[in-house]
């Protein structure tokens, strides 16, 4: 029959005590049946043997002693704990960790001890399954990660990888393991043939940012993994190695090859907008082209008749056949020169930023503006800086913008008195790094109101207005890098102002492709 407390004690997995009774000399009195259960002797087969020499490791005897002559020595009865094995008569060793009272007759004279001792379990034991414990959860950690996790030694071999490596790059453990990193990043060993793997990393990481890159991975059937790698560096007793976490980024990529797809989409519909617009212009200048070009093609042909006459009178060598000629040569060129500015409005091949004179092209635009019936009675007047560097523009679509603002600068000033339609157009290159060119009017002015408006497509006040010429001019400004704003401190009409940069910007997207 088991007693209820080492019922209690199984049931609760508890280690059950044992007690050892020995004399002065260290010879066994007694022994619990736990001790003897344990150890695999019968109390009588012990009774009188010196308990350190039969039941604890030589190694641990001398200690043994010490600690039970020290304790026969106090004249104060203090108890001992202390932690040392067991070995049993088969020669199983188990830890104990022992509490020891001397036992003194009435006189004070040490006449023994009496010991209890409870297992401890085997520290190293418990440590290793703890080691194995958290190796085992750092596994799953690893295994679980959606980055690929490779362990490298400094010379690049692979000495471990995590599950994921495997759906990234189709490989199997033992297909990596032994093997280089370069059989999974070889385009970043081209790019790195003359170093080892060691400064390869050792590069990125000594830079402080931590080592962190976008490269072309190579699956096992050969295709690209993009991925972005970081790798950390370890040293354990002195033994460097890396370890790398390579993120797949290909969805990553084909969302940014989306989005760069359908900017370059949205920026197409502009263009296209962008040069309906033009062709819009050009259309309701038609009128006004014609009447310009009827001009010198009348004076050509009435210079040619001339010369014709004095050919038809044998007057060939009169020196007066020379300037006729010069002003055909001349008006031909005007003619030439009205339809090259249409062209360069209307030619949708003209996305190119070119080198260009402003002083010239505003000059030009102003010409061209004149051609158009609305504009024909209003009064130009320019001013500009001196030192106006060129700049770097595509040409057309800035002269497209200024246009514009031209002929929104005429249709508010339908209703002015002739003399008081005037056009200012102020270029300045101040110390900013850019080029701010202002078109002024005394029209009816911007309201307050419509200010943040204009800007917008769609957005007009005018009956048969289709409000695209600001939105489109706006886009064009801001993708050479400059500003267009309506300046609402100017009260005596309405003054649009919009800079350019001097220096080209990088990556600033013509608006035609
Ligand atoms: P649209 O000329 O077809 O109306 P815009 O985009 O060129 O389209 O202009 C939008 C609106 O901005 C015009 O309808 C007008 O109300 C206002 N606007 C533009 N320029 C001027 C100006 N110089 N003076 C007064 N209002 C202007």
Redesign the pocket.
């Known amino acids: 029959m088991q007693e209820p407390t080492d019922i209690i004690m199984d049931y609760l997995e508890l280690p059950r005590p044992i007690a050892v009774v020995l004399d002065a000399a260290g010879n066994i009195e007694h022994l619990s049946d736990e001790a003897c259960k344990l150890l695999g002797y019968s109390l009588q087969s012990v009774l009188g043997v010196n308990w350190i020499s039969l039941c604890l490791p030589s190694s641990w005897q001398l200690k043994a002693k010490a600690v039970f002559d020290s304790l026969a020595q106090r004249r104060q009865n203090q108890s001992e704990q202390y932690v040392y094995p067991v070995m049993a008569k088969n020669g199983d060793r188990f830890m104990f960790s022992w509490h020891s009272e001397a036992r003194r007759d009435p006189s004070g004279a040490f006449i023994g001890s009496i010991t209890t001792g409870i297992k401890v379990r085997d520290n190293a034991l418990q440590e290793k399954n703890s080691l194995l414990q958290s190796a085992a959860r750092n596994q799953a950690v690893l295994d679980n990660a959606i980055e690929a996790i490779i362990s490298i030694n400094s010379s690049g071999t692979i000495t471990h990888v995590n599950k994921t490596t495997e759906k990234i790059f189709g490989y199997k453990e033992y297909e990596l393991i032994g093997h280089n990193i370069w059989m999974l990043l070889p385009d970043a060993q081209l790019a790195d043939k003359k170093t080892n793997i060691s400064h390869y990393l050792m590069t990125g990481i000594t830079t402080g940012s931590g080592f962190n890159r976008e490269l072309k991975a190579r699956h096992k059937d050969g295709h690209c993994v993009p991925i972005e790698l970081t790798v950390a560096e370890i040293t354990i007793a002195g033994v460097r190695s890396f370890t790398g976490i390579m993120r797949d980024i290909s969805e990553r990529k084909l969302s940014e090859e989306r989005l760069r797809q359908s900017k370059e989409e949205v920026q197409q519909a502009l263009d296209h907008l962008a040069h309906l617009d033009r062709l819009h212009i050009a259309s309701e200048m038609s009128t006004g082209i014609a009447h310009e070009l009827n001009q010198p093609l009348t004076a050509i042909s009435m210079y040619a008749q001339a010369c014709r006459n004095l050919i038809k009178k044998g007057q060939l060598d009169n020196p007066a056949l020379l300037p006729t000629l010069s002003r055909i040569d001349n008006q031909a060129q005007r003619a030439g020169e009205i339809i090259r500015n249409i062209r360069a409005l209307v030619d949708k091949q003209n996305p190119h930023h070119q080198l260009t004179d402003i002083n010239a092209l505003i000059h030009n635009t102003i010409e061209l503006a004149q051609v158009d019936i609305e504009c024909r009675t209003v009064q130009f007047e320019y001013f500009c800086s001196e030192q106006l560097p060129m700049i770097e523009i595509v040409l057309g679509q800035i002269q497209q913008v200024l246009l514009?603002?031209i002929?929104?600068?005429c249709?508010?000033m339908v209703n002015n008195e002739p003399d008081d339609k005037w056009i200012t157009i102020i270029c300045e290159n101040k110390p900013t790094g850019f080029i701010t060119v202002r078109?002024r009017?005394r029209?009816?002015?911007?309201?307050h109101e419509?200010a943040d408006?204009?800007?917008q497509?769609f957005?007009?006040?005018?009956s048969?207005?289709?409000?695209?010429?600001?939105?489109?001019?706006h886009s064009i400004i801001t993708s050479h890098g400059g500003e267009m704003k309506v300046n609402q401190n100017y009260k005596d009409?309405?003054e649009?102002t919009f800079t350019l940069p001097i220096m080209p910007v990088l990556g600033a997207q013509p608006h035609e492709h």
């Open positions: 514009n603002l002929r929104n600068a249709d508010a078109v009017d029209g009816v002015g911007i309201n419509h408006k204009l800007f497509a957005f007009s006040t005018k048969h207005g289709m409000g695209m010429g600001l939105a489109i001019s009409g309405a649009i």
